[in-house]
């Protein structure tokens, strides 16, 4: 590498590159130097002094955290002074801390597992802190070999320990102020959700007023507690529990695809799930979802024997049993009377397999992914660009200067992507959110475009027409990649801002200044969910996007680019390995149509498919009951299960080997942490077992990675990998053309695969403004949003039952011809009924800076967290609702 | 604290801030902190929030800067603030007679407010007075030569002043 400096430590040559401080040049050539505040992704804080050195030709000890490296530096890190130092600063720091399990004569002859009850200080002993053994501090101090004469009493806090928020709790006798936490909230997530407090002798972390974090901003994503090295902060569940095992895996309830690290207990039991810092995905981050979320794997309502239904009873069976009636009874349903979805957490081998089966077994093209209810937010990118996937890493939307996100509740439907987005806005990127509903990315935005739902794609074409007229776009980059310029700029006549500007409600000034802030910055990221937008607008609006990203010249670039923002975890593997819909076949949006004209006779469902569909296909989990037969494969009892003939218990993510790809095109492995439950298999071996059955040649697989590896032969981009590789470099983004091929973050960076890329004409966005309230029942759309933090709105937290709970005024936005049209003014009851008999009540406000036709509410994070600690559903965490926009009646109170 | 009383102090609150805004060359959570403190007698969360929200920052962040500051209050001053020196001088000459006849009035066992709310016992370590020690200082009134009999005199009278 470039611009190497070398450094000696303790009289061994170290190279490192400049900006690195000593601390992190030592940890990288594996000298350890002691360090509490130090935490890896943050910057130097300095406030522990553990880390201090002596550097030749320098007065002092300065410490190495915050000393950058420079060439020909000689350290010394293990000195006299140096030492005495740092057993000074424990002292100190010990004063304040529980400490007796460090002093205790026992320590060496106590097992890890054991608890110590006799030996030391009631108050004190081992069990009053939840990381027993798993303690930074305790391991410093063994490290740093500090006397264990150290008297045992200290200054305890005597604080209260909080336990009355979601998921974690909170012990600051324990805290030692490093303020990782506080760090990990404000650098790395940028949430501020707790805060220093007070100063000197008194000072401890906090939040304003010692409330709640409900209210405080916290989107209880966990980075504070896996920061933190002492027992202050730990996750409620499994507190006590000490792990046997860990095993580097993926979470599976988002296209984010976070690496996580699964801690297992003696009893095979997920404890825990920690951020894997060293993966490219997510860089040690997680969300409320996969820190909080992943323990459905040990419930012990899980699917353990397959089920035959017999005389209108699931029954338990043999696997013997229960796949030879599958093998018979879908005999009878070859060809187009049979159809098979895959659930959005599948695996690449399930759902390769899985289309393999349904074509080559069962001749049926009938094959699509439950979650694949928004095609039209991916394909055009294959059509346009050459392939069907987001342009970009996730992470390099960090080093956007500009940022547009379309319709996408990112922090709470892909939290993780949401964090680059929030850093780069704090380190000067200018963010554009267009979306009816305020949600957490628009409180972040400089530019919030609020128009009427399903005038999205007019205001988009407005924002094209102004990059036109003020010549704001990349000539070079047009005249170099693209063609069908003239025809493009022909079909932007229509958007005439005035025009645009009636139709959604959004004021011509701000189409400019979008406009501006989008071309006007490079790199520029654009985002996008195709959240409520209606189906027909949904083509036309993404071809509309990549018309923005090419007129500015933002593809092939670090930071520039495309990202759809899928639905479905494994969305992307499942699209590249063809068990995705295509043109012969039927594909979930048709298929229970289908099913109900006769058509279709026999599913199969693989994995779990919370709602159906999203609910987005009305009528899908009714029409089931018109099926001869339906197997359903799947790792709880479900609303489907009931309607099935044969229930195929399937292992989740924790159990098995594996791969899928995220929706940043990053293959990424499955490892098991934990065993089967009872008879439970992976679907990729349930589905080969049928096929095998049925006389299917080449489904005899001795393991998931011989199923890979047919991917990797049948897939092109997916040629160079193999589970070695992915284990050796920790996931590969696609394409991957060779064995040394180390994968592709940018698509499109030595220009488009088919030449120049033909510029859309934007069409089908409506010229006519949209018509608001479709019927006379419900004559205005309801926008529900949620954010983290509002302080301009009075907020009281009061004790429920052994938890916080927030209570407050909910209001009901309305512009004020819709307040005059309803008879309502500021401060009035209402109450808002939704058409599926919904009644929810609100206090008007009045306000113009949301359209006509619209009404908007915006709820706390806090009460969803607050709901979901309380739910005992373990399914809890796919079953999220999504933020939809739905007609409404509002209707006055009193 | 009604409803009303809330939205009297986010208003009390916005009218100080929007002030500071127009006569301050520059605005720092810390400046609008010290302007809502002056126009408020102390911040009460509701100033917090509407910190937060002019400066475009956190309830936490505007909390970790306020609570730093030991001058700053978070409950509402008594409607009279009598401060008490004990100061060397002062306390050469008598100031811990008078502060225990000051405390034992008004029902307090360190600083505070009175149960109704009417009266703030604050300690100071110096009005440079000394040449009339002990010294209370009243409101803006700085009384010199105090014994314990003179000051329950100047309680009995605050207690009886209107505001």
């Known amino acids: 590498m470039t611009n190497q400096i070398t450094l000696t430590i303790d009289g061994k ?143 305890y806090r005597d604080l209260q320990v909080e336990t009355r928020d979601p998921f974690y709790d909170r012990d600051y006798n324990l805290c030692i102020v490093c303020a990782r936490c506080v760090r990990a909230c404000e650098e790395v997530r940028g949430d501020n959700a707790i805060t220093i407090i007070e100063r000197s002798g008194t000072v401890l972390v906090g939040t304003s007023f010692g409330t709640s974090l409900l209210e405080s901003g916290c989107e209880f994503c966990g980075a504070c507690i896996d920061a933190c090295p002492t027992g202050a902060l730990v996750e409620r569940e499994f507190k006590w529990e000490k792990a046997v095992s ?75 049993e229960a796949l030879e009636v599958v093998a018979q009874r879908l005999q009878a349903y070859r060809g187009r009377a049979f159809a098979a979805l895959a659930g959005p957490a599948v695996t690449n081998e399930d759902a390769y397999l899985l289309q393999k089966f349904t074509r080559a077994v069962m001749g049926s093209n009938n094959v699509d992914m439950a979650s694949n209810t928004r095609p039209e937010a991916v394909a055009p990118l294959g059509e346009i660009l050459g392939y069907a996937a987001a342009t970009g890493s996730i992470w390099d939307v960090e080093r956007a200067q500009a940022i547009l996100v379309v319709n996408s509740n990112t922090t709470e439907e892909h939290n993780v992507a949401a964090v680059p987005i929030k850093r780069a806005v704090k380190a000067g990127a200018r963010l554009v959110v267009i979306d009816p509903r305020e949600v957490e990315l628009t409180r972040n935005a400089h530019l919030w475009l609020r128009p ?199 292992a989740s993510f924790a159990e098995r080997h ?54 990797a032969q049948a897939v092109p981009q997916y040629v160079g990998m193999s589970y070695a ?26 220009g488009f695969p088919g030449g120049k890329v033909h510029l859309s004409r934007l069409s089908g966005m409506d010229h006519q403004p949209v018509a608001v309230g479709a019927s006379r029942d419900f004559p205005l759309l309801w926008a529900p949003g949620r954010v983290l933090h509002q302080p301009d709105r009075d907020v009281q937290v009061v004790k429920g039952k052994g938890l916080n709970l927030l209570r407050r005024t909910e209001y009901l936005q309305a512009h004020p011809q819709d307040a005059r049209t309803l008879g309502v003014a500021e401060g009035d009851a209402v109450e808002l009924v939704t058409a599926s008999g919904e009644r929810h009540s609100f206090t008007v406000e009045v306000r113009d800076t949301l359209p006509q036709g619209l009404v908007s509410t915006t709820a706390l994070f806090g009460e969803l967290a607050t709901e979901l600690q309380a739910s005992r559903d373990p399914l809890k965490m796919p079953k999220v609702q999504g933020l939809a926009v739905t007609p409404v009646r509002v209707e006055r109170v009193g | 604290m009604s409803t009303q009383d809330i939205a009297t102090l986010r208003q009390r609150t916005q009218g100080a801030l929007e002030a500071h805004r127009k006569a301050a060359r520059t605005v720092t959570v810390l400046s609008c902190l010290l302007a809502a403190h002056d ?35 978070f409950t509402s001053p008594g409607e009279h603030t009598v401060e008490v020196c004990w100061g060397p001088t002062c306390h050469l000459v008598g100031a811990m007679n008078v502060l225990q006849a000051v405390q034992e009035a008004l029902g307090l066992q360190g600083e505070g407010e009175t149960a109704d709310g009417r009266i703030s016992l604050k300690y100071n370590t110096c009005l440079g007075a000394c040449s009339q020690a002990p010294v209370i200082r009243s409101d803006e009134h700085v009384l010199g030569g105090m014994t314990p009999a003179r000051a329950l005199a100047l309680l009995a009278s605050l207690r009886h002043k209107q505001t």
Not at chain 1, 283 to 299: A, E, I, S, Y
Not at chain 1, 527 to 550: F, G, M
Not at chain 1, 737 to 745: C, K, M, S, V
């Open chain 1, 13 to 155: 040559q170290v190279r490192t590159q400049p900006g690195k401080t000593v601390l992190q040049a030592a940890v990288d050539a594996g000298i350890y130097i002691p360090y509490l505040c130090y935490y890896p992704g943050m910057k130097p804080f300095g406030a522990c002094r553990m880390c201090v050195i002596e550097v030749e030709g320098r007065r002092g000890t300065p410490a190495s955290c915050t000393e950058p490296a420079a060439n020909g530096m000689v350290v010394r890190t293990t000195t006299q002074p140096v030492q005495d130092l740092r057993r000074g600063v424990l002292e100190l720091l010990l004063s304040e801390h529980p400490h007796g399990c460090l002093t205790c004569h026992r320590v060496e002859l106590c097992g890890p597992q054991d608890i110590c009850l006799r030996h030391v200080s009631v108050n004190d002993r081992c069990v009053i802190c939840p990381k027993n053994e798993r303690c930074e501090l305790k391991d410093t101090v063994r490290l740093v070999g500090i006397d264990m004469d150290t008297p045992l009493s200290y200054n």
């Open chain 1, 452 to 650: 009427r739902p399903g005038a999205e794609g007019a205001l988009l074409g407005g924002i094209l027409r102004v990059i036109a007229d003020e010549s704001l776009g990349d000539e070079q980059f047009l005249a170099q990649h693209c063609d069908n310029i003239d025809g493009y700029r022909s079909s932007l006549a229509g958007f005439d801002l005035a025009q645009v500007e009636a139709i959604t409600g959004v004021p011509q000034d701000q189409v400019r200044q979008a406009a501006r802030v989008l071309a006007g910055a490079r790199p520029a990221s654009i985002l996008y969910a195709l959240d409520n937008i209606p189906t027909p607008q949904r083509e036309p609006l993404v071809k509309a996007l990549v018309d923005l990203a090419l007129v500015t010249g933002n593809l092939g670039k670090v930071g520039g680019g495309l990202y759809p923002l899928l639905r479905g975890a494994n969305e992307q593997g499942a699209r590249d390995v063809g068990c995705m819909h295509q043109e012969q076949g039927l594909g979930v949006s048709e298929v229970f149509a289908a099913v109900g004209r006769g058509e279709v006779k026999a599913m199969l469902l693989m994995g779990y498919h919370h709602g159906l569909v999203n609910g987005e296909v009305e009528g899908a989990l009714a029409a089931l009951a018109g099926l001869d037969f339906l197997v359903v494969q799947d790792t709880f009892l479900t609303e489907l299960t009931e309607r099935a003939d044969v229930v195929l218990p399937a």
């Open chain 1, 246 to 320: 860990t095993v580097n895996t993926v979470c599976t309830l988002c296209p984010v695809g976070c690496q996580v690290k699964v801690e297992v207990d003696k009893r095979d039991r997920v404890i825990r799930t920690i951020g894997e810092v060293d993966a490219a995905a997510n860089l040690g981050q997680l969300c409320f979802k996969g820190k909080f979320g992943l323990d459905f794997v040990n419930h012990r309502s899980r699917l353990k024997t397959p089920l035959i239904r017999r005389d209108g009873q699931l029954q338990e069976a043999t696997w013997e």
């Open chain 1, 725 to 750: 590789r992915l284990d050796t470099v920790n996931g590969l983004q696609w394409p991957c053309p060779t064995a040394e091929h180390l994968g592709t973050p940018v698509l499109y960076a030595q």
């Open chain 1, 658 to 711: 594996g791969t899928m790809t995220n929706q940043e095109r990053r293959v990424q492995r499955l490892r098991p942490a934990k065993a089967f439950p009872g008879e439970a298999r992976p679907d990729w071996w349930i589905i080969a077992q049928v096929a095998h059955r049925m006389g299917g040649s080449g489904f005899a697989y001795p393991d998931a990675s011989a199923v890979f590896d047919e991917i």
């Open chain 2, 39 to 73: 126009a408020l007698g102390y911040l009460p969360q509701e100033a917090i929030e509407e910190v937060a929200r002019s400066t475009d920052h956190t309830i936490n962040d505007v909390w970790g800067v306020a609570s730093f500051y030991t001058n700053f209050r």
